[in-house]
């Protein structure tokens, strides 16, 4: 292994890009690096060896056996006064075994990596002190910490995992690192003024609604950096940088992958079934819904974190959903398998048909993720069937029915206030909707079977009852009686989704 260390670098001078001209020179150079406390893959870094299989199979014994350089156990030990002990072997393969544990069939993958602020500063602080003690290697060309850090990693999810780098990859992985030692040393940079400022703490909320500590920005730091010379900088911050007695952590380790889509068209056979988990105060007011009866095996079958049920518009808990079904996706966060078959899709919705469920599904598929704007975007465009049970306070005789269904054959338009029932929740606005057809027929005593069709939004039951005068024209305005709707049922919905899955590649 040591020779292998030699042969690289000498390879290296050969090629003449080295800052080198001699084996002997870079060694010299190593030494005075090892005395300012840095790893061995950092003194490959100031020495300008380009990133390859060396850093992946080298240790810092290794490296400092080859170049003449190694020091007692107790500075061994230390972590590194550069890298603050991020460029470590052992912990690129704990995080690819932690990726390997979460069993992603991912074939490629990227990996994003934020670094502690106090690296960039230390970067310049052994630039400085490299310059004093004549090295000439630290100044440019010098491979950022950043990039052997992902490189050792890629190297690692490549021999556990079977894994390659793909810049462009759906599956990323994100690792953070912190080092709470050191985590104000980049104040130095800023006026007093400012500094204070840094010093009180600064938090954003993440996706989750979580309250994040942050800092300065990476990119006003080096910028800074950057106006300062090596002698005010000399002045401000110690060079060589100054030992540490803690290593670097990694404070968060994410794995997140693109979500998987499926489409499909959803049926209510019974009343009670929320589209979504109906819950109020931490109390459940149904029992179920339709997102859990789909979304669960297929949360099974993916092994995803979570996932979202998207409907193209959604029915009262009360209103059954009939004919072909409400069009809807299911967005599956995070899944850790993706190749998966259309046969497993069918067998979900098979598994519906055979226990007798209330909810099914039909033509449930993978879809393209630029298909769920189909549902989106069919909001404002299609139309609904709905037929409703009725009851009147009296009794219509036949040309009040005749009247009514002979204005039903043009369209209706109404003018809807938000609901009631629906104010805590909605802004309060007038809505014009349109109805396309009304149908009334009588089925016995003050009953009667009521067919309507409707644009995108309108409120069914607001227009049967009028919500106290908020529903202009409503049936019971049209009929001059009080009008009450008892049973509700979807029957159609307007909009040609899923579309084909011919060639699709999730």
Known sequence: MSETVEDAVAAWIKSGKSAYESVEQAKQAAAKLRGFGLCGLCILRYIQLPVGSIYHESTTHDICLSLGTETEQSQRDQPCTACLGVLNLELAASIAEKYKAEEFDSQDVFVGVELPKSIYLRHRSVQVAGKQQGIPSVDSGVPEVKDVVRYLILRQFLDTCNVKADASSEMKIEVTFSHRDSAQEHEILLVADQAQQAKQPKYRRDKKGSAKQTGGSINAMLAELDRCSDDSFAQKFACPPPAISSAAKVESLVFKRASLFVGGRYLKLERGISQSPFIVEGRRVV????????????????????????????????????????????????????????????????????????????????????????????????????????????????????????????????????????????????????????????????????????????????????????????????????????????????????????????
């Open 287 to 506: 029992e179920t819904s339709v997102a859990e009866v789909v979304g669960e095996p297929l949360q099974q079958l993916v092994r995803c974190d979570e996932y979202n049920l998207v409907g193209s518009g959604r029915e009262d808990a009360d209103v059954r959903m009939l004919g072909d079904g409400r069009p809807f996706y299911i967005e599956c966060i995070n899944p850790r398998i993706k190749a998966i078959s259309q046969e497993q899709i069918h067998e979900i919705e098979a598994k519906l048909v055979g226990s007798d469920s209330p909810v099914q599904v039909r033509r449930f598929q993978l879809i393209h993720p630029n298909d769920t704007s189909i549902i989106k975007e069919g909001e404002e465009n299609k139309s609904k069937h709905y037929c409703a049970l009725v009851w009147f306070s009296e009794q219509l005789n036949q040309a009040k029915i005749d009247k009514i269904n002979s204005l039903g054959q043009d369209e209706i338009l109404l003018q809807q206030k938000t609901p009631i029932r629906v104010l805590h929740r909605r802004s309060p606005l007038t809505r014009p909707k349109k109805l396309l057809s009304l149908e009334i027929s009588h089925i016995e005593g003050c009953f009667y079977k009521v067919k309507i069709e409707s644009e995108a939004g309108a409120y069914i039951k607001e227009f049967v009852h009028g919500d106290l005068g908020r529903t202009t024209p409503s049936l019971a305005e049209l009929t001059g009686c009080t009008a009450d709707i008892l049973e509700l049922d979807v029957e159609n919905v307007s909009l040609d989704f899923p579309p084909s899955t011919k060639g699709l590649d999730c």
